[in-house]
């Protein structure tokens, strides 16, 4: 059991998160130990404990400090309770009914794209991942639409070396740069697609869902069979299937009280 003293630091390091989850970007220790009237020390002492946890991420070019990969596991377990299921589930049988294509729910969980929620079309395909499948979160389109949204830090921290880049079937990011530069084009994009990244002769498309404080929280997507023998013709169709699952996922980031 703890002592007393352990009340107070506990409390300092809460503030550090939640002063840090209202900011959107890093901030330096000096403005943290400023803001919260921590001698720097102390500042200096809770961000190096909160690191070590996982909770904040040091950026040492910067010499700043921003949330860690912890403290986006936490929101997102709060959610995956049962709100944003509950909110989402609505959603995705409008999004199938429009496109006609099964339809995810995701998050992030470390390193992996955690699926929670499935609705089919009357005629589902039985290849499509199930509730609870877990996959490598930079080859399906709803990885890549949470790990886009993180600082580089995050991501690197998620991906720290080839040996992250598990490869399913030959397709898809094997190092950091590679992924780096998919999810930069993609972000400015606005949505994010695969295609045989996961499976042979399937793709998806996804975008994300964002919390109250503009952070990937979840995302939406849709998996269909994608088998093109004319290249000019590929993912003609896919933009229009973008804009409906987009408009899902923004709906739904509406709903939890979130912005972008």
Partial sequence: MGSSSDVPALRRGLAVLRLLSTRPGPMSAATIARELDLPRSTAYHLLAELADAGFVTHLPEERRYGLGVAAFELGSAYLRHDPL?????????????????????????????????????????????????????????????????????????????????????????????????????????????????????????????????????AAISTTFRHVCPDASACGTDWPEVAAEVRRTAEELTLRIGGHR
């Fill in 85 to 217: 299921e509950r909110l989402a589930r609505p959603l995705l049988r409008r999004l199938v009914d429009r496109v006609g294509a099964t339809a995810h729910l995701g998050v992030l969980h470390g390193a992996e794209a955690l699926y929670l929620l499935r609705e089919q079309p009357r005629q589902p395909n039985t290849l499509v991942s199930d509730v609870g499948v877990r996959l490598p979160a930079h080859l399906p389109a709803s990885g890549r639409a949470m790990l886009a949204f993180l600082l580089p830090a995050q991501v690197r921290a998620l991906f720290p070396g080839v040996g992250s880049f598990v490869d399913r079937t030959g397709r898809g990011p094997r190092d950091l740069p590679s992924l780096r530069r998919l999810l930069s084009s993609e972000r400015q994009r606005g949505w994010f697609v695969e295609d045989g990244f996961v499976t042979a002769d399937f793709a998806s498309v996804a975008a994300p869902v964002f919390d109250h404080g503009g952070r990937p929280i």
